[in-house]
């Protein structure tokens, strides 16, 4: 058990699983709703507010962790506030970048509300880090 401690707080382990969510969310984020390569079992169909709220929710949750998983993953290479800064600037520059390439994916639309829900997620996620960890 030590060993794979060590292994999961090493510094490739983080930045491995910091790349790798990364990827997986933008797969997520991209795929075509009504094809989609992964299938998530996400409600379809027409816009509604609950439906939009969820979503909402989710981009606020996925980039909340975006910004956590990043501060993971430099905090051992970066002094905290540096690594807090990294982990937002990505997290905020993700949102921003797969919002608008949604905009080129078949069925698939920009939001300017989940691109604030993105950007509230990582701003969420880095005052809660720097109330715990700065």
């Not at 962790?65 to 905020?92: D, E, K």
């Not at 970048?97 to 989940?114: G, I, Y």
């Amino acid at each position: 058990m030590k060993n794979l401690d060590h292994v999961l707080n090493s510094a490739p382990a983080r930045w491995t699983l910091a790349i790798g969510w990364t990827l997986l969310l933008t797969l997520f984020l991209l795929q075509p709703e009504a094809d989609p390569l992964i299938d998530l079992g996400l409600p379809r169909g027409e816009s509604t507010v609950q439906r939009e709220l969820f979503f909402s929710a989710l981009h606020l949750l996925a980039f909340a962790m975006t910004c956590f998983i990043w501060f993971w993953a430099t905090c051992r290479a970066l002094s905290p506030g540096r690594s807090l800064l990294a982990a937002v600037l990505i997290a905020i520059a993700l949102g921003i970048v797969t919002e608008t390439l949604q905009s080129l994916t078949l069925d698939r639309h920009a939001s300017p509300v989940d691109l604030i829900a993105n950007v509230a997620g990582a701003l969420v996620a880095a005052r809660v880090i720097w109330q715990r960890y700065i």
